[in-house]
């Protein structure tokens, strides 16, 4: 998908972090643009942005728990847009802390938040693509959906169930003229909730620029399953791992992030559930 001029999108989580940067990079590209979020105010300044790019944008209030929100939300995209070219499933909450700290309703946000609303708005979307033959479904994962992150627990499995939707689906898509691809992140400066911790990630892992995000997200547009974003080559240390897991533990320890998220677990606040429910502002690694 080369030429994205006049194509239609929905962007969740768009109202701040790197759900915005997509949605203005996507607009910069001459995409219309859906935009979703539970942030009322911050979602129409995106949309602005947006706009300002000289296309059309609208600002769609939606809660990514709510089933009737998103059936709303594809219903108003799509009247007010047209058919769906792009889908950048970009919404997503981290709640950092020992499993036994969490709250069962903690635990079932990050769930319904991170995979289940992702699910569900792919299948509202999904047959108009099916019909047209076209369109492709982008994820917004995180490199924790490869590799367990520690104190991570609920948002490592939600991203490793993300990353097996998009493969099963990718594939299920065959000859369909539809693809769905992955994008996985490590950690993310400038934006999001990891920007405003005070120590630096790891050096194996140090932080990317969201510009590097949004480059991934056009990758996938353009045809690739999945991109790794990550500031230096990572492949080969999740092959390693893959390989030898016994490794990964002393790897981890050595790297130093388990001292970093053990830091970042006991940290005031890293276990309240963020106010605005979006992916990129609210997602600590996204």
């Known amino acids: 998908m080369k030429d994205l001029s006049g194509k239609n999108a929905i962007v969740t989580g768009a109202s701040k972090g790197i759900g915005r940067h997509i949605a203005i990079a996507l607009a910069r590209r001459g995409v219309n643009v859906a935009l979703a979020a539970r942030s009322t105010d911050a979602l129409e300044a995106t949309r602005a942005a947006c706009e300002a790019a000289g296309v059309k944008a609208i600002a769609l209030t939606s809660d990514i728990t709510s089933r009737e929100d998103l059936q709303r939300l594809a219903a108003a995209a799509q009247t007010d847009l047209g058919p769906i070219d792009i889908l950048v499933n970009n919404a997503g909450i981290e709640i950092t802390g020992s499993l036994t700290d969490l709250t069962f309703e903690q635990i079932g946000d990050v769930v319904r938040t991170n995979l289940l609303g992702t699910i569900t708005l792919t299948k ?5 693509m099916l ?3 076209a369109g492709v479904v982008v994820n917004v994962a995180s490199l924790a959906g490869k590799a367990g992150m520690p104190y991570n627990s609920i948002y490592s499995t939600t991203k490793h169930g993300l ?3 998009t493969e099963a689906l990718d594939l299920e898509l065959d000859g369909t003229g539809v693809r769905a691809g992955a994008v996985l992140p490590g950690f993310v400066s400038e934006t999001g909730m990891w920007a405003d911790a005070h120590d630096p990630a790891p050096f194996l892992l140090r932080e990317v620029p969201p510009a590097k995000v949004v480059a991934a997200v056009f990758r996938v547009i353009d045809g690739a399953p999945e991109a790794i974003v990550s500031s230096l080559p990572i492949r080969p240390l999740l092959a390693l791992w893959a390989a030898a897991p016994a490794l990964k533990k002393p790897m981890v320890k050595q790297m130093g992030l388990l001292r ?6 006991a940290r005031p606040g890293a276990r309240q559930q963020p106010a605005a429910t979006e992916p990129a502002e609210a997602a600590t690694r996204e």
Do not use: D, Q, T
């Open 131 to 133: 019909e047209r033959r």
């Open 124 to 128: 509202l979307i999904l047959p108009s």
């Open 260 to 265: 970093l998220m053990r830091k970042e677990a």
């Open 163 to 165: 990353v097996g939707f």
